[in-house]
């Protein structure tokens, strides 16, 4: 009988079967949707970059603060001091990028240098709000000290993300005003940012390691980095007051010069604080323990001092009447 196909339709019957065509298949194909979705990413499967990568380790870092956690100090800390060696592996890679800008400035790297702060920002925010709801149910000595140390690690390494952000802005804006430095003063700054670059593996290997011994090799280093600066603002000066170089990129390459100093500080701070953590002495009194360190002819601190002087010294470049900086 084909009565039925040719019967016609109202608009409500059609809608009807209409709506009949697409519930059908959707209810047949259901039970393959995760079958379907697999060979959809063989088949486009999602480019992933090295951005990419370091996002989803930073979400997932943030993630295990487990609030769960917070009654039971000791496993709270664990977590805390996890995210926090992530905080630092970030501010010494956001350092790197910042200074391979000096070879070739890349607009992309610019934004991530700002994007990569970013994230570090939210760390920082997510650790220090872990620490504090931890306060309550900490009982014992070593777990208050230990919550204080990460406190100031936290601190330390998301200040060290600010200096490496203001080293590329000013970067930028060398580069936005069509200037770069010359030949000797990238010298200059190889040397002093690959004093930073131990300086920074030291301070993170002590902190990760909670290594007694690695934290007391920051303080001699870190003065060698002042003395450094020092020289080369002497050198810079010597070359702006002889009309041997331009005027805003000297200013640049002393705000540089400044934030590289900075950075060696707070790894001076953290490395203070972890022999606080060991020493009475020290704790709560940290700037009198610098000053006695430094005046001190005390034999460890002294022979890890010359041997950094005269390692990074021995690289500066010699400089000549003619040298310029840009």
């Known amino acids: 009988n084909d009565s039925l196909w040719y019967t016609s339709l109202r608009s409500g019957g059609i809608a009807n079967l209409h709506g009949l065509f697409r519930l059908i298949p959707a209810i047949t194909l259901l039970p393959f949707v ?6 959809a990413t063989r088949i ?20 295990e603060l487990d609030a769960h956690l917070i009654t039971n100090p000791g496993l709270a800390l664990e977590e805390s001091s996890h995210l926090i060696s992530h905080m630092a592996d970030v501010a010494s890679h956001n350092f790197e990028a910042a200074m391979q800008q000096l070879d070739s400035f890349d607009a992309a790297r610019y934004e991530r240098i700002s994007e990569r702060e ?5 760390m920082a925010d997510a650790s220090d709000q872990y620490l504090i709801s931890i306060s309550p149910y900490i009982s014992l000595e070593k777990d208050h000290r230990n919550q204080s140390f990460q406190l100031r690690a936290l601190i330390a390494f998301e200040r060290i993300g600010d200096l490496d952000v203001n080293i590329s802005d000013h970067i930028h804006s060398m580069t936005d005003a069509d200037k770069e430095f010359s030949k000797l003063a990238l010298r200059e700054l190889t040397v002093v940012s690959n004093a930073i670059r ?19 090799k920051i303080e001699p280093l870190e003065e ?23 005027i805003s ?4 390459f ?15 701070d953290l490395g203070v604080y972890m022999l ?32 950094y002087k005269k390692r990074y010294f021995n690289l500066l470049p010699e400089t000549t009447s003619n040298d310029k900086i840009d």
Do not use: W
């Open 34 to 39: 995760n079958v379907f979705a697999k060979l």
């Open 224 to 246: 060698v980095i002042d003395e450094l600066c020092d020289t080369l603002r002497s050198r810079h000066m010597y070359r702006m007051t002889h009309h041997q170089c331009d």
């Open 44 to 63: 486009v499967p999602d480019k992933e970059t090295d951005e990419t990568k370091e996002d989803a380790e930073i979400e997932k870092n943030l993630r």
């Open 198 to 216: 131990e300086i920074l593996s030291i301070s993170l290997d002590a902190y990760k390691n909670d290594d007694y011994k690695m934290a007391e």
């Open 118 to 122: 970013n994230l570090l920002d939210r």
């Open 276 to 307: 606080g953590r060991r020493n009475d002495s020290i704790l709560g009194n940290e700037h009198k323990y610098l000053h006695d360190l430094h005046h001190s002819q005390e034999t460890p601190f002294q022979t890890e001092f010359q041997a």
């Open 249 to 252: 990129s000297g200013v640049e």
């Open 254 to 268: 002393q705000n540089i010069l400044l934030n590289i100093e900075r950075i060696s500080d707070q790894c001076s």
